[in-house]
């Protein structure tokens, strides 16, 4: 009698060691989503990092003289009132130091752009992506006259910074604006 009790017990803990191991562990279909998910995450790290890289470059060549012939610092951006609108919706007026490296994003992706035939939002995010923008900083906004759009936020820390893309025949325009802390980038109204 023995042996066949210890055969039964035997069963019952294989069985019950596997269905434990059945239900606690996760399976290899769920632990999918979450290794995309990882990858997804580390990605646009990575994209925000070269971002980052590549606009401190940007920074450096707008950086003010900070010296003038007495030697004494001006610091960058006194020469004007606070840029926060009184209406958060309207677009924040740029420092010099901001403005400057406004235009030069906007010089970028606009010889980035040349000659170049842009069918829509697809084509903008994939080139913009190409250029070190993270899709994340990429919003689209609607169309103009049919022609796709997008907005850039550039803001990093305490600026200002964004900028709208519009696809031309062969190329975009690019415009330069603030947007306060805070805001959405396409909820800045700006002119036509």
């Known amino acids: 009698m023995r042996p066949h009790l210890l055969r039964k017990s035997l069963l019952v803990a294989v069985l019950g060691g596997a269905l434990l191991t059945g239900f606690g562990a996760p399976s290899a279909l769920a632990a999918a989503p979450a ?3 990882a990858v997804t995450s580390v990605s646009d790290d990575a994209a925000e ?3 980052f890289e590549m606009n401190d470059i940007i920074w450096q060549g707008c950086e ?3 010296s003038d012939d007495d030697g004494a610092a001006t610091p960058p951006g006194d020469d004007h009132a606070d840029p926060v609108p009184v209406d958060p919706y309207d677009p924040v007026r740029l420092d010099p130091t901001e403005q400057c490296v406004a235009d030069r994003h906007a ?4 010889r980035a752009f ?3 035939a842009v069918a829509d939002h697809a084509a903008l995010l994939t080139k913009l992506t190409s250029l070190n923008y993270p899709a994340a900083r990429i919003h689209r906004v609607p169309d103009h006259l049919g022609a796709p759009r997008v907005r850039l936020d550039l803001r990093v820390g305490g600026d ?3 900028l709208q893309v519009t696809a031309t025949g062969l190329g975009v325009t ?3 604006f603030g947007t306060s802390e805070g805001m959405s980038v396409t909820d800045v109204l700006l002119e036509p």
């Open 35 to 37: 290794a995309a998910s």
């Open 49 to 51: 990092a070269r971002f």
């Open 64 to 66: 003010p003289d900070v």
């Open 107 to 110: 010089r970028r992706v606009s």
């Open 114 to 116: 040349s000659g170049t």
């Open 160 to 162: 200002h910074i964004a």
């Open 174 to 176: 690019t415009e330069t």
